[in-house]
């Protein structure tokens, strides 16, 4: 019977047999299907495979540290840690528009990984996560299996000049549960394989306007209690009906930072702070969503840490808006 365990164990020779004695590379994000190839590696060929995890400073709080503890302590791969955040943090200096900020962070992206690619010996394939829907979103496979057609889609990889590597990209029969599924069984914490979407250009498109350190300090913090307060509320929610994505979990949720501040009340004295907008939604696909109907105990306690725990916010707001006609992300 084909269970998981099989499912595993036949990517992996495939993989081996693929990649011979060859190195691979992958731009490890910490995002799903990343995770999922990377341990996929890790099985099939260990440290023929390098992992490059570039650290934008844009990810949420701990994040960093927690990829890095994966694949370096649980997954025998060669992982390498590339501290980009300073150079992000000049390149985004001033930065308001938010199709800017994505094309900036997205270009100085790919510099990042082909400076440390090029400098590798010997790589010949640069592994994807590409799993099925994104060949069918980005319209590739329009007929199944056209050299021409799957190129197009190969082609967003922006290559430097003179630059070239294989691609490799073992999820791309799977859809997203199964990949799911083989991170499980592959070992992945659930941390890593029930991680909500999260944007590339991460917590730069959640703040509006220029980011900066400050900013950026202060949403970290606001959205590591939204993200725990909503951790611990949806697993109530999956101890009573046993799903992950029950029907009234919240399917993805952080927080927001605006560009604006407001006045408030602290002892005897009068602030002049941020606000933070919390934005929780349930969907199934972020084509539509729907705003969650989080009870009000849940918010009050958001709203009560956030005040209290985070300097510089003095009030907390929440988006009952679905999409459309608002969207999901406020950038
Ligand atoms: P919107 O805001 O358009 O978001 O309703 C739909 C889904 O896409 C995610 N999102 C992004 N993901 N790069 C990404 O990788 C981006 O620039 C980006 N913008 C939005 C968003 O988090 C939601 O899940």
Known sequence: AWNMDNIVETLCAQM?????NDRVILALSGGVDSSVVAALGARAIGKQMTCVFINHGLLRKNEPEEVEAVFTQQFDVDFIHVHAEDRYAELLKD???PEEKRKRIGTQ??????NVAQQLEGVRYLAQGTIYPDIIESGARKTQGSASTIKSHHNLIPFPDGVHFDLIEPLDHFFKDEVRKLGLALGLPEHIVYRQPFPGPGLAIRIIGAVDAEKLAILKNADAIVREELDAYNKRLYEETG???SQHAAWQYFAVLPDVKSVGVM???RTYARPIIVRAVESSDAMTADWARLPYDVLARISGRIVA???GVNRVAYDITSKPPATIEWE
Do not use: R, S
């Open 309 to 311: 725990e985070v300097p």
């Open 109 to 114: 992206f790919w510099k990042e990984f082909f």
């Open 267 to 269: 002892g005897d004295e």
């Open 243 to 245: 799903e992950h994505n």
């Open 16 to 20: 081996k047999q693929h990649v011979g």
């Open 95 to 97: 930065v308001v528009d």
